[in-house]
Each structure stands twice: as C-alpha cells, then as structure tokens.
C-alpha cells in the first residue's frame, strides 16, 4: 500500500463499517491467528466485523479470543451468504486466489463490497482494491501486525490481539526456525509480548495439546510408513482414509508431520499425502532452493511458497504415489544442487 491508499484506508475505518473478513480453506494457525487477530482490532475501532472460514480447523485453534463468533461457511451458508451480501468492506486473509476458498470465493466474488487482501502467498490474484501483500514475510499475521501500525493504531496493540498474532507468526515459521523469520519478525514478536501476547502458553495451547491416538498415528506414520529415496534427497509418506480411521483422526492430527520427513539429514524435499473428503491432499516442503509452489502448481493443482506449498490429486494414493515418485527423475539435478 502506499501512502495515498494508506490515507483512503484510514479514512474508511475512520467510521463504524459492516465488515467480514475471510480465510483459507482448512485454516491454520496464521489464517485463523491473522483472522482473529484483524477482528480484535476492527471490534475496538468499532465496527461490526463477522469472520468466516470455508470450512472447520482443528481444536488447538479454538481457544482464540474471538473464535466463539467466527462462522463456518459448510455448517451455516444462508447466514454467511446474508453477511457477505451485507458487507461493506471485505478483508482476505492468507490467501491469493478466490479457489482457496471454495463456495465462499463465489459469494466474494459477487459482493461490491471494498476488497482488501492481506497475504504473503506467492503470485495473488487481482481482485481486491487494496492489497498489502509480500512474500518477504514470516506470516499474515505478521502483515497484520504492519497493517495495524500503518494505520497508526500500535496503541490499540492488546493481549487478545497480541495473542491472535504471536500465534500465526509461531505457527507458520515453525516457532522461529524457517528462513522466514527475519530479525523483524523477533521485534514484532517482542512487541505483541509487551502489550501481553503469553508465549509459553501460547505454545502449550498449540503444540502440547495432543491425543494419545495423535502421538501414535505420528508413530505409526514414521515408523511405518517412511519412504527415503536418498538419490533424490527426498523422503515422503501417506495416510489413508482407514489408517486415519485406526487412529481416531481428528482434524490437525496431521498438521506439521511432513516437517519430520524433511528433518532428516541430507533430505531436502518431503512430502506427505493424505486422503481426505475422497481425494489426496499433498503437502510438500523443502529446504534451500527446490522450489515446491513450482512443483505443486505443475503436478498437483495447487502451490504456496517456494519452501512450504500444498496440493491435490484426484487419482487413488498407489497412483499419486506412483506418479510422485515417477516425477522425482526430472528433478533430479536441482534436488542434488549445492
Ligand atoms: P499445508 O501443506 O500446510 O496444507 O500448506 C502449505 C502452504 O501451502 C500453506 O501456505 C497453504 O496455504 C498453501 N496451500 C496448501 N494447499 C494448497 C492448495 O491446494 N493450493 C494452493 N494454492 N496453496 C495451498
Ligand atoms: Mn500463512
């Protein structure tokens, strides 16, 4: 945004605005954290704001002040729909295409409201008036925090909001550990800590809040399920529908578990599928420069970032599986680059 926007921006919430903000499809802890996050702000400057997910997320997430308004678009489309329809200003958050949302990209779409995007995703689509947007970031939540500060509201800065973006920041820099974490990103996480976001709770909440059945489905899925192909410096695993059955899935028993193929020395590239709701979903994660938004958006209908990016595949888990591993030749000279 620039610094005419930033002024049209400010005038805009400079009056109450029925406002809606929405996430990704399955949201994680920076979409719903950034949500979140967004929401605590506008409610104080306000406005009357209404969240909506396309879909559920798992319960680690539901603790998040403000979660108890939030609507799910799948459970509760007519009200949803009445609120989009409503809406005069429109926030997405953690997203750069309108598929990301599913059914509720239609409504989106439709709606005249004034569209901000808020993202760090490589390669947004244009359908918003207003777009602060980089990929230079650790998360959305961290460009929720910058939102905030061009706005010159760091004084509304509180424990709810902070504890809504230390969460997102946490979640998608795999706790201060990826690339992304630039020394900025540790003074934003300083700041929110200043003005009360708990961060050993916060960790507690997300990380130390397992099921047995989910540590041993982790178990089950290393121990039995582990590929290593280290000629492609790759390691990938499945789950099917029966083996998540086994285990009592509940959604987010899966979250993170292909960093722990990528943590193998000398593996740069993992992945991990999983059915679900009848197709693949993949989720592909690398280290260095083998680019998987480039490898999901070619293969597998889908991409991300260049280090963390997702995808599908309609096609049984033996044939993704065959067809994955059938890929890797291809990529084989830019997986064993220095
Ligand atoms: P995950 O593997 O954790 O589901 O996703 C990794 C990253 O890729 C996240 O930033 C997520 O938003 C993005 N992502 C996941 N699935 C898809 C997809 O199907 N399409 C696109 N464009 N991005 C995805
Ligand atoms: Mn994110």
Redesign the pocket.
């Given at each position: 945004m620039n610094t005419k926007q930033v002024k049209e921006v400010k005038a805009l919430l400079a009056k109450p605005k029925k406002i809606v903000i929405v996430t990704?499809w399955s949201p994680?802890g920076d979409a719903m954290g950034s949500s979140l996050g967004l929401y605590n702000y506008l409610i104080k400057k306000n406005h009357k704001v209404t969240v909506i997910t396309p879909n559920d997320y798992p319960e680690f997430l539901h603790w998040l002040p403000g979660n108890n308004k939030a609507i799910d678009f799948s459970k509760k489309a007519t009200t949803a729909k009445k609120i989009v329809a409503g809406a005069e200003l429109i926030f997405c958050l953690d997203?750069n295409?309108l598929k990301?949302i599913d059914k509720l990209g239609d409504e989106i779409a439709k709606s005249k409201a004034i569209k901000f995007i808020i993202d760090h995703?490589l390669q947004p689509e244009d359908f918003a008036n207003y777009m602060l947007h980089t990929v230079n970031v650790s998360s959305t939540c961290e460009l929720v925090y910058d939102f905030i500060c061009l706005m010159s509201d760091k004084k509304l800065l509180d424990k709810n909001i902070g504890n809504c973006l230390y969460t997102g920041i946490m979640t998608d820099t795999g706790s201060f550990r990826f690339p992304s974490t630039s020394a900025k990103t540790h003074l934003v996480v300083a700041d929110l800590m200043k003005y009360g976001a708990e961060n050993a709770e916060i960790h507690n909440r997300i990380y130390d809040d397992s099921t047995e059945d989910k540590i041993k489905l982790l178990g089950f899925s290393l121990g039995e399920k582990l590929t290593v192909l280290k000629e492609y410096k790759t390691a990938f695993f499945s789950l099917t529908d029966k083996e998540l059955k086994k285990y009592n899935y509940k959604k987010g028993d899966t979250e993170g578990v292909?960093n722990y193929a990528l943590s193998i020395k000398g593996i740069r590239f993992a992945a991990f599928f999983v059915e679900r709701d009848g197709i693949i979903k993949a989720?592909f994660r690398s280290k260095g420069s083998f680019n998987v938004n480039l490898f999901s958006r070619n293969h597998f209908k889908?991409?991300?970032?260049a280090n963390?990016?997702?995808?599908?595949s309609e096609q049984s888990m033996k044939e993704t599986i065959k067809k994955f591993v059938s890929l890797l030749p291809d990529y084989k000279k830019e997986l064993n680059k220095k």
């Open positions: 990704h994680d997203f295409s990301r995703h292909v989720s889908g991409g991300g970032h963390a990016a997702g995808g599908m």
